[in-house]
């Protein structure tokens, strides 16, 4: 079946800081990779998305890239602030079942 | 873009009694909705899948006679937490799609309590 798996949080940064949250799948077939936010009290939003092996998605400074090889979509940063604080989920579909299938998500706090 | 409004965004009940939550796609229909659940700290449960005039496919686990699903139309699907406990308390988002091509938007979740 399919699964995600993302690195263990809570993870603190100071303002500026750069950000790595690693994320690992495991899928059959050729599956859609996303990111999702959560602030505080709310739902999800895209974040970004790749569709095929070696896609880049980016937004809002983020970006990620689909690795077939290693089975990734690292979601990086190069200079956080201190909006970004929120929790992050990778996510996937794959095949037929349209469903999607989330990583436990990750708290990121960005301190001033 | 497309946009999702749930409501209520808070609702605290009484045990025993029923409390229902709307998910509304305002400006695209909704082939399909899902309903999830989202303890405290932890990621998305999925509960079930609505596709809009037939009833809904639940996870395993999920008691279907607690929470009622009805996808009514193409923009309204209804999650109805029926004799609630004080255990159901939790965050319920719902999320709609097209279709897989178009991608999921999420509503902003409820909180439900029970007292």
């Known amino acids: 079946g399919n699964s995600v798996t993302q690195m263990e949080g809570p993870v603190t940064l100071s303002e500026e800081a750069f950000l790595t949250i690693n994320c690992t799948y495991t899928?059959?077939?050729?599956?859609?990779l996303f990111w999702y936010v959560q602030y505080p009290g709310e739902g999800l939003q895209l974040l970004l998305k790749?569709?095929?092996?070696?896609d880049k998605g980016s937004n809002k400074g983020f970006e990620a890239t689909y690795r077939k090889e290693t089975t990734s979509f690292h979601l990086e940063k190069g200079s956080v602030q201190v909006s970004d604080s929120a929790v992050y989920f990778c996510?996937?579909?794959?095949?037929?079942?349209?469903?999607?299938?989330f990583g436990k998500g990750i708290t990121l706090s960005v301190r001033p | 873009g497309a946009v999702v409004s749930q409501h209520p965004s808070r609702v605290i009940c009484k045990s025993g009694t029923s409390v229902k939550i709307e998910c509304r796609s305002l400006d695209f229909q909704a082939t399909t909705m899902f309903w999830y659940r989202q303890f405290p700290k932890q990621s998305l449960m999925l509960m079930a899948t609505?596709?809009?005039?037939?009833?809904?496919?639940?996870e395993q686990g999920v008691e279907k006679d607690k929470f009622l699903i009805n996808h009514a139309s193409l923009t309204l699907s209804t999650l109805t937490v029926t004799s609630a406990h004080p255990e159901d308390s939790s965050f319920y988002i719902c999320s709609a799609t097209q279709g897989v091509t178009y991608g999921y938007t999420f509503g902003s979740g409820t909180r439900l309590t029970v007292v």
């Open positions: 996510a996937l579909i794959s095949g037929a079942n349209s469903k999607l299938t």
């Open positions: 609505s596709n809009e005039g037939s009833k809904a496919t639940y």
């Open positions: 899928a059959t077939g050729y599956p859609s």
């Open positions: 790749a569709t095929k092996a070696d």
